[in-house]
């Protein structure tokens, strides 16, 4: 069995997420980030709005400042993606769509107590749907009324996720506050992919296992599970078949206590030249356990911990630094006076902190430049503060 050193799969697994591709040269457009989607397979949702939206930071990590307005264009409207439960709720290729079809018949406890509760009032807002058009929960006639502060979700919008994760509705897009639009699966999908005949469901996930593989490069068995969320009872088996199919490869690498799987078109490039702030729902780093591994970058998303309890702060970002995580930043876009606010800055151990604190700065200035602030910020808290104050116009 062939070993790898643990820079060298650093490196490998970099170079499958797009960081050894040439950076963009004029506009960035829709070919970029069709580089970018294909790099990475899914692209990861989430609410939380401090610095922006979570899935535009690794599209901007990978290809620079763009024009959000123009992604989102092109994730919702080029009819070459769609959103779905790949990874938690994400944009994926609609050509993976029949590769996820048997997800909208496992077994949800809420969507089973929906149905059965509310089996009439979720057919009739299928079919106002159906009926209307794109449609969100407030533009529903009777949306019904939010029963808690979080996620005390409205009989409305429980019918329209029911609806959406069984696949009877698709999400057609997301508006710039983050509003939710469904509509009919056949007015969101090409009709050639709802034509296309579904593969077996062990077939299914074998080939999801071998796109986590090749969007990671190199991976254990619970890293390539994870990519698509794959229960690992069922993956280990898959696996030792992808590799008898010699689909995959099986490999050692220094310092992992378990076997890892090569993708056979992985690149193995000699160094990494990039810089960039990670968020910590990028491919890179979402799986806290391969963070870990691959960089010795211990991370936990903080957001739901209590404020006197925060080790590093409410919404971190990882710095990259070539083929290393070398710092962390606490950071809030403070809107109205136009400041980013680094509330936290920390030095991996071992780092260059002068090094580190310019190349930071350079980052967090184009950062800022991009969501339209006119500063950045340096609060002095973390033992890299000082360094990054120095560093910052």
């Not at 506050?177 to 299914?204: G, H, K, N, Q």
């Not at 310019?358 to 503060?385: H, I, K, Y």
């Amino acid at each position: 069995m062939v070993t790898i050193k643990a820079a060298q799969a650093r490196r490998i697994a970099l170079a499958a997420q797009g960081f050894t591709d040439r950076a963009p040269r004029g506009t960035i457009g829709v070919r970029h980030f069709r580089r970018v989607m294909d790099r990475m397979a899914v692209l990861q949702l989430d609410s939380v709005n401090v610095v922006c939206r979570s899935h535009y930071l690794p599209v901007l990590a990978r290809l620079g400042p763009y024009d959000r307005a123009k992604l989102n264009r092109y994730l919702y409207r080029s009819g070459e993606h769609y959103e779905y439960l790949g990874h938690e709720a994400s944009i994926t290729s609609q050509e993976l769509q029949p590769l996820l079809r048997h997800r909208a018949r496992a077994s949800r406890r809420w969507v089973q107590r929906m149905q059965t509760e509310l089996p009439d009032y979720v057919d009739a807002v299928y079919d106002e749907v159906s009926a209307r058009g794109p449609v969100s929960v407030k533009e529903l006639s009777d949306p019904g009324g939010r029963t808690g502060p979080w996620w005390g979700h409205s009989k409305g919008k429980r019918a329209l996720e029911c609806l959406y994760v069984t696949g009877r509705l698709s999400i057609s897009e997301r508006t710039p506050t983050f509003v939710t639009v469904y509509d009919r699966p056949d007015r969101v999908l090409r009709p050639e992919i709802l034509d296309r005949p579904e593969p077996s469901e062990v077939e299914a996930k074998k080939q999801l296992l071998v796109l986590g593989a090749r969007s990671h490069g190199i991976g254990t068995a619970t890293d390539l599970g994870d990519y698509f969320r794959l229960k690992m009872p069922e993956v280990r088996p898959l696996l030792a078949e992808l590799v008898a199919e010699g689909r995959l490869e099986q490999v050692a690498v220094e310092g992992w206590k378990d076997r890892a799987y090569l993708h056979p078109e992985a690149k193995r490039p000699r160094t990494i030249e990039t810089s960039g702030l990670l968020s910590p729902f990028d491919p890179v780093v979402w799986f806290r356990p391969r963070a870990e591994r691959l960089f010795g970058f211990r991370y936990r998303i903080e957001i739901y911990v209590p404020e006197p309890k925060r080790v590093h702060g409410y919404y971190v970002l990882p710095f990259l630094l070539g083929d290393e995580l070398v710092a962390r930043v606490d950071l809030k876009a403070d809107r109205k006076p136009g400041v980013l606010r680094v509330r936290g800055s920390f030095a991996e151990a071992g780092v260059d902190r002068i090094r580190v604190a310019r190349e930071l700065s350079a980052s967090l200035q184009q950062l800022a430049g991009w969501l339209g602030l006119d500063e950045v910020a340096v609060e002095q808290r973390g033992d890299l503060a000082s360094a990054l104050r120095a560093a910052t116009p």
